[in-house]
């Protein structure tokens, strides 16, 4: 029975009763070498199971035993902070992808489909990762639109966030990533309303480059995680100016070999391995947050630290009790691994079962419609108008989301700015596609590498409007109108045709089919982007982030160039 706050007293009774050894637990784990995570220690154990909870310690009587023989059995990973859609995979997908490699929980900002969708994308989110055997937390929106120079598909706000945590509070742990610190910095009331509306519960952080008394200003409103540290003097103030420092490895960030030399034995308490964006593909070729322990392990942390940072710290920061460990009264979730410095997984316990045998339902819909609304698309959407001077170009880094800003000799055909790219000049278009508007942002880009024809995507951070690259505009459009016709995906086009493309009919972020099914049209049009970006890993990866105006230094939305440093518009042309 519960008692009128919702206690279960009975199941607790019946658990104390089994951790006391009166009665039969469901599994029992013997011949164990456990790395306890609260203890700091391997030590010999066997794990007794009931219930989807750990009961205890020791020689227990038991429905089922499983001799681990040796194996090091160790905690589910928890990444602390990721964005679903930018796997391309439904959330039931994504989680049917991670679970073998070690995952039991995450914590994930919706706002890729919050930005297309509002509260409707997020609610869908919610609804289709709720009965999945990874437990999906949510942080609540805090930037949709992420900024005001760009179009989005919704807002959301203040009111809004709280009612998503009185509808969701078990779920909704708190405020997702701040990227707009400079609404922060200047007071804006509706900036700090959402922080307000989270409460005591945590806000995550997202500040590129902030520095000094801006950074203790910025910490000081709300914010108490940072996962956009690039550099180890930037994490290491922003551990002093105690936010919880989220190491980052994606499928276009790598950060982790730039900043674990921070980490000590003092400090590593304040440290979580994230993966912030993980696609696809990556998640089949190199796993999820095992991928992550294995790099920070080769590069010097040791074991057991390495495990800390990937599953009781995050837990611990988000308030996730009862997560992240083995020990009585968690939740059964761990795995046995054949070598701990190689983080060979044998096999993976989500809530006291094996993977192996457990359901990944899919989760409906919910009538989210087609969300490509673009109008006007034709071959003079992509040309500028005629000028003289040099031209700003967006410097793009491979590794990296910070972007330089370069200024550039353009070259001119009839007087107007066209790609070249004898050079690695390649123009760049941001087209509106949520309102019909007929927005076309227009730039250029160096450092995609793009030899020849077009890459366009309706996955754009963070508004995910339809970008496009291209040295030839008769291929930006057959690439941006292949991804209007599949109600948003990814293209890659060359002599005025389509080469590959996959669909991603969920607000033009996800796909719905399977998991493998993705992963071979992804690996399809990621190979003809490749043949067109030779030497770039990761062509749409990087593409996504040219729209982003909340990382610096320029970037490029539907409305123009933003310098982001002065989180204004800037020309194209340099007087």
């Known amino acids: 029975m519960k008692d009128r706050t919702g206690f279960d007293t009975a199941r607790l009774a019946a658990d104390i009763a089994l951790a006391r050894g009166q009665g039969r637990v469901d599994l029992l784990v013997k011949n164990a070498r456990l790395v306890n995570v609260l203890s700091g220690e391997i030590h010999p154990a066997d794990v007794a199971v009931a219930g989807g909870r750990v009961i205890g310690f020791g020689d227990y009587q038991s429905e089922e035993v499983l001799d681990a023989a040796g194996r090091f059995l160790c905690p589910g990973l928890i990444d602390g902070h990721i964005h679903i859609e930018s796997s391309l995979l439904s959330p039931p997908e994504f989680a049917r992808a991670v679970a073998p490699h070690g995952t039991a929980a995450v914590v994930c900002d919706p706002h890729e489909i919050a930005n297309v969708r509002g509260l409707d994308g997020v609610e869908y989110m919610l609804e289709a990762s709720r009965l999945l055997p990874v437990s999906v937390f949510f942080m609540a929106s805090s930037c949709v639109p992420a900024t005001h120079m760009e179009t989005s598909g919704a807002e959301i706000s203040a009111s809004d966030i709280a009612g998503l945590f009185k509808r969701h509070p078990d779920r909704v742990l708190g405020l997702a990533e701040v990227m707009n610190f400079p609404g922060v910095l200047a007071g804006r009331p509706e900036v700090l309303a959402k922080i307000a509306a989270a409460g005591p519960r945590p806000v995550d952080g997202h500040a590129p480059l902030l520095s000094g008394r801006d950074l203790c200003a910025y910490v000081l409103a709300g914010p108490g995680s940072e996962h956009e540290a690039s ?312 593409l996504s982030f040219l729209a982003l105006p909340v990382i610096p230094f320029l970037k490029l939305t539907d409305q123009g160039l933003v310098d982001v440093a002065a989180f204004d518009f800037t020309d194209l042309w340099v007087d």
């Open 231 to 542: 550099g180890p003097d930037e994490a290491r103030e922003k551990l002093r100016a105690g936010m919880q420092l989220m190491i980052r490895e994606g499928s276009t960030e790598h950060n982790l070999a730039d900043l674990v030399p921070v980490v000590n034995e003092f400090n590593s308490c304040r440290v979580s391995l994230v993966s912030d964006d993980r696609s696809a593909g990556d998640l089949m070729r190199l796993g999820h947050m095992d991928h992550s322990l294995r790099l920070a392990m080769a590069h010097g942390v040791p074991p057991m630290r390495a495990v800390q940072m990937a599953s009781v710290n995050t837990a611990r920061y988000f308030g996730l009790r009862g997560r992240g460990a083995v020990a009585p009264g968690y939740r059964a979730d761990f795995l046995l691994l054949d070598d701990l410095e190689e983080f060979s997984i044998s096999e993976v316990f989500l809530a006291g079962r094996n993977v192996r045998d457990l359901d990944f339902p899919a989760g409906r819909r919910r009538g989210l419609k087609n969300t490509m609304n673009v109008s006007g698309l034709c071959p003079e959407s992509f040309g500028l108008a005629p000028g003289r001077g040099r031209i700003r170009v967006i410097g793009f880094t491979p590794g990296q989301v910070i972007t330089e800003s370069l200024v550039l000799e353009p070259r001119l055909v009839d007087g107007r700015p066209e790609a070249d790219p004898s050079r690695d000049l390649a123009k760049l278009a941001v087209i509106e596609r949520h309102q019909g508007s007929g927005k076309v942002g227009l730039g250029f880009v160096h450092g995609l590498g793009l030899v020849q024809g077009a890459l366009a995507s309706t996955v754009a951070h963070d508004s995910h409007n339809l970008i496009v690259a291209g040295v030839k505009d008769k291929d930006m459009l057959a690439a941006a109108r292949e991804c209007v016709r599949m109600g948003g995906g990814l293209a890659a086009a060359a002599g005025g045709r389509v080469l590959a493309s996959l669909a991603l009919p969920i607000a033009g972020l996800m796909s719905d089919r399977p998991l493998s099914e993705v992963a071979r049209g992804f690996d399809a049009v990621l190979g003809a982007a490749r043949d067109l970006c030779p030497g770039l890993e990761s062509p749409f990866a990087a």
